[in-house]
């Protein structure tokens, strides 16, 4: 997955910047509690901590995010989306439309 | 039939299980009519969630004529739930729910009560019975609202007083699982929606915040399951209008028709490709860099696809630009030297045009073009491989440009000092770690390149420094120690030269701080060691001191014959010039005759390897025959299947003590004739090509007997040749050569090399040159490297020794095949080595 997504900042951000996000996700996202959210911090964090880093990645990144579209879609979703809640009348339409599924 | 109905309703073709079931029904009613209708009661389901409900009518009418009332109850009530609304619903269910006695299952109430709840209908009023569950019914409608306006706490507030036992109890969790989801506690949602009756509705919703939660069922990652899942992720991040395509695209991807998938993406998808961290950058991402997933069938056209995107494309800068990245990455091994180059630059002009100079990128990517180019290309025997550098300007080319880019690119500089080690270009080399150690004054790798290379030109003092400094930043790298005491005896034979003792044994002691007690290291093991600086003495210091010495490494070496015979060579090499003298000759054929071992041999065979490797060693003939007799002899006698390897692997079938390695081959091989690897050395010291069609029934009987016996190893080798042999040409193949173009009555058939008119060799001269080379040994052709080096142009000189060596080693198998390349016919194939005549390969 993209780290700059994982991280949650710009392709822009600065050693500073992209090491204090890494700092203040894995305070939320714990080893003990949630061990796949920080490996996925820490793939993250290693692949743009520094310059050279970022610059290698830029240049020769080959990771694809997953297997088709929906599932690139929906990986990234996963990692990076927070839903607002719905509408009352759009949560009344998607409760019904899982009724039909 | 039966069989066949059974899987029809598993997998939910309930008409078609009807239509056999009415069949069997008349065959034995009883049987099978529980099965009817359950055939039916499916198909009704299914026409529901369809929305066919007036064709759910009819299988229902003619379901009362088969099934007893009771047992289709919820499913009549189910169906009326779908068209009948308000007061008509409610009137017909909630008596139903509200009943404990009525006869309808959990499930079938559940669904019921998810009815009564999406219809979002208030209730009618007036009937008591129906107070209660009709309130819980509208606080679950409240709580939902609440959620759906940002207030959790309020729509957990609202659920509380709904029991366990509630009909709707499904609904609290689901709203309290939204409320924590919304809340900034996603696991704790999760948990809670996990929690559903997986046949309820709230559990159909809950799959899209289970999923954004981190409880993605990667099980469900295909099929409808996903489609409807993308829609309501889709929906839920305020991207419904995405939902469509993206299953549209998804289905054209997972069924093959990646290009079309790719173009439908880019017409729907305004800012795609981008590189900004978002759902559009990760879906661009995900289509530039499939490239390096896709199954190599599908790669061809994938490849062409994004090509034409180079070709034609000058509006999409982003996409041009990744685009050539992509194929350039990809592509590496298959392009041609001068298109990976316009692709890289063009690379490199659009990332400066849409993002700004960045000289460390560029510097960053010039490095990588050098390397490609640097690569080496093998070719030649599994003993003797050669390698020629792809492109080498081009490299060059590339690598200075990356470390003008930005000098303080270190892997840039390696990359370069690497290629002129291969090509020999000895000044220039000098001049490059002459500048590291400037830049790179900590950096280990830099000191010890450079300290070797100083060693390789004498300067002896320079280079033991910069080795120092290396072991300074790595003590235990046995490899500088190993160099520094090498280079701490180079200089104490220098000073001795000097005649200056003193330091000389300065240098000397230096040299013995690194002594190792490992008598295997012949660079600074005691005995080796005791021999040089004994040596030394006798040659230019103390004779006394020097036979203490000698006779110290006596005691100390593992047997008299290695003692005499690393002496001896030790003797040549720091003799003055002006000595004849070969004191251990004689001592060194006693030793030799005496119980020749295949275990000593390996250490014998360990020391000449050492030494004919080590610069300015003169040409051992005369222990080249002594060490063949001696494996003559050794082979004779008795030896283990592991020491035979060792040796065999040490020589060679091709250098002057591999010869004598084929009585140990057929011992071996009359003793045990399955022995795979060592009916691999009777293939390569056959002499004929041992990657060839012909032997391809042997080499593959051999793989099966190497699994067979768990020799992983040698299943390895003999696996590589069979692939050199499978990727040859067929019969009759022409493989491309310029001369082709010449016309029918070009020149091709004639040998003519092309010299340089500068040149003042010509063809009968070389060829008798190359005659003269080819019959000699490698160390031979070292040698003359070395000594005529000077004379002759080096791309001659070049030519010529790799033209001896191909003719000397014609008969050697090709190494075994490199990966398959991700796109041969990028590049025409170049003709493969064992077909060619090694003569015309190397020269022309």
Not at chain 2, 1 to 13: D, H, K, Y
Not at chain 2, 190 to 199: F, H, K, N, Q, Y
Not at chain 2, 719 to 724: K, L
Request: glycine share 4%; charged share 25%; aromatic share 8%.
């Amino acid at each position: 997955m993209n780290p700059f997504l994982v991280l949650g900042i710009s392709v822009t951000a600065d050693d500073k910047e992209i090491r204090k996000a890494y700092l203040e996700a894995v305070k939320i996202a714990s080893p003990e509690a949630h061990p796949q959210r920080f490996k996925a911090l820490n793939e993250a964090y290693e692949k743009i901590k520094d310059e050279p880093s970022r610059l290698n990645y830029c240049l020769f990144n080959k990771t694809c995010a997953g297997n088709s579209p929906a599932d690139a879609f929906l990986r990234y979703a996963r990692h990076s989306l927070k839903p607002r809640p719905l509408r009352f009348e759009a949560m009344k339409e998607f409760l019904r439309s899982c009724a039909k599924s | 039939m039966e069989s066949r109905v059974r899987e029809f309703l598993a997998t939910g073709r309930y008409r078609k299980a009807r239509d056999e079931l009415k069949q069997l029904c008349k065959m034995d009613r009883a049987k099978y009519l529980p099965l009817l209708i359950q055939a039916n009661r499916g198909l009704i389901r299914a026409m529901i969630a369809k929305g066919q409900h007036s064709e759910a009518q009819q299988v229902l009418a003619y379901l009362k004529t088969i099934a007893p009332p009771a047992e289709i109850r919820a499913l009549e009530l189910e169906l009326s739930a779908q068209t009948v609304q308000g007061e008509a619903l409610f009137s017909a269910v909630l008596p139903l729910l509200a009943d404990p006695r009525s006869s309808l299952s959990e499930a079938e109430k559940r669904r019921l009560a998810d009815q009564v709840v999406l219809a979002f209908e208030p209730f009618p009023e007036g009937n008591p019975a129906l107070t209660a569950l009709a309130a819980e019914v509208q606080v679950i409608h409240r709580a939902l609202q609440a959620v759906c306006e940002g207030n959790p706490d309020h729509a957990l507030e609202l659920v509380r007083p709904v029991p366990r036992s509630s009909m709707v109890s499904h609904w609290k969790i689901f709203v309290k699982g939204l409320a924590a989801f919304h809340s900034s506690y996603p696991e704790k949602g999760a948990r809670l929606l996990s929690e559903l009756p997986s046949d309820s509705v709230p559990a159909m919703a809950s799959r899209p915040y289970l999923m954004l939660a981190g409880q993605w069922n990667e099980s469900h990652e295909h099929g409808p399951w996903a489609e409807s899942m993308v829609h309501a992720v889709c929906r839920l991040t305020g991207l419904s209008e995405l939902g469509p395509i993206l299953t549209k695209a998804d289905q054209l991807w997972r069924n093959g028709n990646y290009v079309d998938s790719y173009n439908l993406v880019h017409k729907t998808v305004p800012k795609f490709p981008s590189e900004d961290p978002d759902w559009v950058g990760i879906l661009s991402e995900f289509y530039l860099n499939s490239a390096f997933a896709l199954p190599e069938s599908a790669l061809d056209e994938y490849l062409d696809f994004l090509e034409s995107k180079t070709h034609n494309n000058s509006k999409n800068l982003t996409e041009l630009m990744l685009a050539q990245r992509v194929l350039a990455l990809v592509g590496r091994n298959d392009y041609e030297d001068s298109s990976l180059q316009d692709l890289w630059n063009g690379f490199m002009q659009n990332h400066q045009k849409l993002h700004g100079r960045n000289p460390k990128l560029a510097s960053l990517a010039y490095a990588w073009l050098g390397k490609v180019f640097a690569e080496p290309e093998e070719f030649g025997g599994y003993f003797s491989p050669r390698t020629e550098l792809r492109y080498s300007e081009g490299a060059i080319d590339a690598l200075e440009r990356s470390i003008d880019l930005d000098p303080g690119n270190l892997q840039a500089h390696l990359s370069l000092c690497e290629v002129y080690r291969s090509l020999k270009k000895t000044r220039e080399r000098q001049r490059l770690l002459d500048r590291m150690t400037r830049r790179f004054r900590d950096n280990k790798d830099v000191l010890i390149q450079a300290g070797a290379e100083c060693l390789e030109r004498q300067a002896f003092v320079k280079g033991l420094d910069y080795l120092d400094r290396a072991l300074e930043l790595d003590r235990l790298n046995s490899a500088v120690a190993n160099m520094l005491a090498f280079g701490r005896l180079k200089l104490a034979h220098q000073y001795f030269i000097d005649k200056r003792p003193k330091r000389a044994r300065q240098a000397l002691d230096q040299a013995w701080e690194k002594v190792t007690a490992d008598p295997a290291n012949l660079f600074r093991g005691q005995w080796c060691l005791s021999i040089q600086s004994g040596l030394l003495e006798q040659f230019y210091g103390d004779k006394g001191k020097g036979e203490q010495w000698l006779e110290r490494a006596r005691t100390e070496s593992p047997s008299a014959a290695a003692f005499f015979l690393f002496a001896q060579i030790a003797c040549r090499v720091c003799a003055p010039a002006s000595s004849a003298d070969m004191p251990f000759d004689a001592n060194l054929k006693k030793a030799l005759e005496n119980c020749p071992s295949a275990g000593e041999a390996v250490v014998l065979v360990r020391i000449y390897g050492f030494w004919e490797k080590a610069p300015e060693c003169p040409l051992l003939v005369l222990e080249e025959g002594l060490i063949r007799k001696y494996l003559e002899t050794a082979s004779q006698g008795v030896f283990t299947r592991q020491e035979a390897i060792t040796l065999i692997e040490m020589t060679g079938p091709t250098s002057p003590l591999g010869k004598d390695m084929e009585s140990f081959i057929n011992r071996i091989l009359s003793r045990d004739p399955q022995d795979p690897r060592f009916r691999i050395y009777h293939l390569l010291w056959a002499g004929d090509q041992i990657a060839s069609p012909s032997n391809l029934p042997e080499l593959e009987s051999i793989a099966q007997e190497a699994d067979r016996r768990g020799d992983d190893r040698t299943a390895q080798i003999v696996r590589g040749f069979i692939g050199t042999v499978r990727s040859m040409p067929p019969p009759g193949f022409a493989p491309y050569s310029p001369s082709d173009e010449e016309g029918p009555w070009g020149e091709s058939d004639e040998f003519e090399p092309e010299f340089d008119e500068d040149e003042e060799f010509n063809e009968a001269e070389f060829n008798e040159m190359l005659n003269k080379l080819s019959q000699m040994s490698d160390v031979e052709l070292r040698k003359v490297e070395k000594v005529v080096g000077r004379k002759i142009p080096p791309h001659l000189l070049n030519q010529l020794i790799n033209a001896a060596r191909s003719r000397a080693s014609a008969q050697c198998p090709t190494p075994p095949p490199r990966a398959p390349t991700v796109k041969p016919s990028r590049k025409p194939s170049p003709p493969p080595p064992a077909e060619i005549d090694p003569d015309q390969l190397e020269l022309f």
